[in-house]
């Protein structure tokens, strides 16, 4: 399994001019850890963590992210393995870990992102590998996929 198939898209993520306010609020509505700190060009420049949020508490509505981001700023791509995220977010103790293709934000990957697929039903798994067979071949075939334990076999 890859990133793309565990990532949330699309990815939400703030601008450097944002306010450390907005983007609090942003972290408690959605329930994120981080946002990724995008520029005009999607490519990000930074990261906005629960960690910094707490270490701007005084003046927070004063200050503006690219004052409190974390930088610089680990991702990875689509293509990058789940175990391979997983052991790179808990070597360096991250909650989550932004995916770019060509240098731009497609996907974020968060720890739960990580987990959820070992929490999903054999058949919950078969009918999102047909979904995305169907997606990719722009077809509606019947497609048969096989699952046991958690892994598909061909």
């Known amino acids: ?22 983007a609090v609020a942003v972290l408690s509505e959605r329930g994120f850890a981080g946002l990724p700190v995008v520029d005009d060009n999607g490519r990000v420049v930074g990261i906005f963590t629960e960690a910094d949020a707490l270490n701007g508490i005084d003046s927070a509505g004063e200050l503006r992210v690219d004052a409190m981001m974390s930088t610089p700023v680990e991702v990875a791509t689509p293509e990058t393995h789940v175990t391979e995220l997983a052991r790179r977010m808990l070597a360096d ?44 071949s722009n077809k509606r075939d019947h497609w048969h996929v096989a699952v046991s334990h958690g892994r598909t076999r061909s």
């Open 1 to 22: 399994m890859r990133a793309v198939d565990i990532m949330t898209r699309p990815a939400v993520s703030v601008h450097p001019q944002t306010s450390v306010g907005e």
């Open 93 to 136: 103790g991250l909650r989550c870990m932004p995916i770019v293709a060509d240098g731009v934000l497609v996907g974020v990957v968060s720890r739960h992102d990580l987990l959820r697929p070992l929490v999903r039903s054999d058949d919950t798994i078969a009918a999102y590998v047909r979904a995305l067979l169907d997606d990719y």
